[in-house]
């Protein structure tokens, strides 16, 4: 069954420090992997995406990786402001489907 | 550019009662699609489409009805409500690629901003 999973469910930091979650999925045959940030209240909006050839990523202080041989994806923050408390959800296409698998998301919130 | 638009944001219904949840994009997309967003739980799909007049289901489909006479809109119809269809349900769409003859779905889904429905 094609699934994604995240970790952490939840977590809190202090602004200015970094962290990362985390993505398995066991999506076949794999297409791509999307990060998207979702703030309360909001649709989501994609951060970035990761083929199958590419292992790292970066979209201003977010740096996403992907290791398609161990199905694992990770999302580091850097330097963290208030900005970035939401929910991060990892997306997977299946090649040739028209579905994407969601996981439940990471809620993130950044402390001052 | 006002991307993908969905009305109302809020609604409260009773149970039984019937309604309509309107999407619209303006990026010329093929493909659309319906979600319903829950506690703890991913985003599940409902109803897709690839094309004006091409409609199918996703994961949820049951209590749901849509059509897609255009390019442009994607509406999703609840046919008689039920306390447990209260969620938040978000419309996204993407461009359609094309591969070897295949089409595939490999683009960014651009979201609503979603629209809350409470059923009493």
């Known amino acids: 069954k094609n699934q994604v999973e995240q970790s952490p469910q939840s977590l809190i930091i202090l602004e200015g420090k970094n962290c990362t979650l985390q993505c398995n999925y066991t999506v076949s045959p794999f297409s791509n992997l999307r990060w998207y940030k979702q703030d309360t209240g909001r649709g989501p909006v994609s951060l970035t995406i990761?083929?199958?050839?590419?292992n790292t990523k970066s979209n201003g202080r977010y740096t996403a990786t992907l290791d398609a041989d161990t199905k694992q994806s990770s999302l580091h923050i850097t330097a963290s402001q208030l900005s970035d408390s939401a929910s991060y959800i990892c997306v997977v296409s299946a090649s040739g489907t028209y579905k994407y698998i969601f996981g439940t998301g990471t809620r993130l919130k950044v402390l001052a | 550019n006002a991307g993908v638009t969905q009305t109302p944001k809020f609604q409260v219904l009773k149970t039984g009662q019937s309604m309509t949840l309107q999407c619209a994009q303006d990026?010329?997309?093929?493909?659309m699609s319906w979600y319903r967003q829950d506690p703890g739980m991913g985003l599940r799909l409902i109803h897709y489409s690839v094309g004006a007049g091409i409609t199918d289901q996703g994961e949820v489909p049951n209590g749901y009805n849509v059509s897609r006479s255009t390019t442009e809109d994607f509406p999703l119809r609840l046919l008689s409500a039920a306390p447990s269809q209260t969620s938040v349900y978000f419309c996204?769409?993407?461009?359609?690629?094309?591969?070897?003859?295949?089409?595939?779905?490999?683009?960014?889904?651009?979201f609503g901003e979603g629209s809350r429905l409470t059923v009493l």
């Open positions: 990026m010329n997309h093929e493909y």
């Open positions: 990761m083929t199958f050839s590419e």
């Open positions: 996204a769409s993407s461009y359609l690629s094309r591969a070897g003859g295949l089409t595939v779905n490999t683009g960014e889904l651009f």
